[in-house]
């Protein structure tokens, strides 16, 4: 079972920089995938950002790149989410996500942290 508690949201205007952290029970280092997605009020959750094992592969979503970077701190259990340049739309619920597998989907969630952007 994989506990995941996110943290560091906030309100920050435009420009702003914010970092998001998700605490994981149980460890992070054997997890063969984390991400970060975010829901936007009438959305649906989408992927923002994910990262494998041992830091192998990052991506991330076209409309972050070059503002957002995710790491992992294995030794911490703790996955991060640095968020530079903040724009409104990036306004959203960001959930941490981990999976167990390396191809199966993503099975455990946080609870959601808020961030609002504002102009």
């Known amino acids: 079972q994989v506990q995941l508690v996110e943290s560091g949201g906030g309100l920050v205007q435009a420009g702003g920089s914010l970092r998001l952290s998700c605490a994981a029970s149980g460890g992070t280092f054997w997890l063969p995938g984390m991400a970060w997605f975010r829901q936007a009020p009438g959305k649906a959750r989408a992927s923002v950002a994910t990262i494998g094992r041992y830091s192998s592969s990052t991506s991330y979503a076209d409309s972050v790149k070059g503002r957002f970077t995710i790491s992992r701190d294995d030794a911490k259990n703790t996955l991060y989410l640095q968020m530079n340049n903040l724009k409104p739309e990036d306004t959203a619920v960001y959930y941490c996500?981990?999976?167990?597998?390396?191809?199966?989907?993503?099975?455990?969630w946080g609870q959601g942290t808020q961030v609002t952007v504002s102009s």
């Open positions: 996500a981990a999976k167990t597998t390396t191809i199966g989907k993503y099975a455990y």
